[in-house]
């Protein structure tokens, strides 16, 4: 499967984006799907995923009560609803999918093969 990542831009602090990730090639009901970012001079990291058929969804501590993971899989997309944004929040980000993903390591990135082209996401006043 091939992933387009999207939506990212510059946003104030307590602001909101939503990120989709856009996939062609194979029916996206298949694959789980996670969002990662990556800031400069960090590793990347696990911000959520959410299950093949949507029903389960896993968030970082960081960004629980605050970022919604969400799956059409009738539009091979997925998405990532960020509101009350913070500068920490700033950082490039990048979904993935995978097929064979199992509950304990969605959220380790070297599970997932499939991998969109990043998109930034700057919180800054």
């Known amino acids: 499967v091939q992933l387009q990542a999207s939506g990212g831009g510059l946003v104030q602090p307590g602001g909101s984006l939503r990120l989709s990730c856009a996939g062609s090639?194979?029916?996206?009901?298949?694959?789980?799907v996670g969002w990662f970012r990556q800031a400069p001079g960090k590793e990347r990291e696990f911000v959520a995923a959410i299950a093949r058929r949507g029903g389960d969804t896993w968030y970082a501590d960081s960004v629980k009560g605050r970022f919604t993971i969400s799956k059409d899989n009738a539009k091979n997309t997925a998405y990532l609803q960020m509101n009350r944004l913070n500068p920490e929040d700033t950082a490039v980000y990048y979904c993935?999918?995978?097929?064979?993903?199992?509950?304990?390591?969605?959220?380790?990135?070297?599970?997932?093969?499939?991998w969109g082209q990043g998109t930034q996401v700057t919180v800054s006043s």
């Open positions: 090639g194979r029916p996206f009901s298949n694959y789980v």
């Open positions: 993935a999918a995978d097929s064979g993903v199992i509950t304990s390591e969605y959220r380790n990135p070297r599970a997932y093969d499939y």
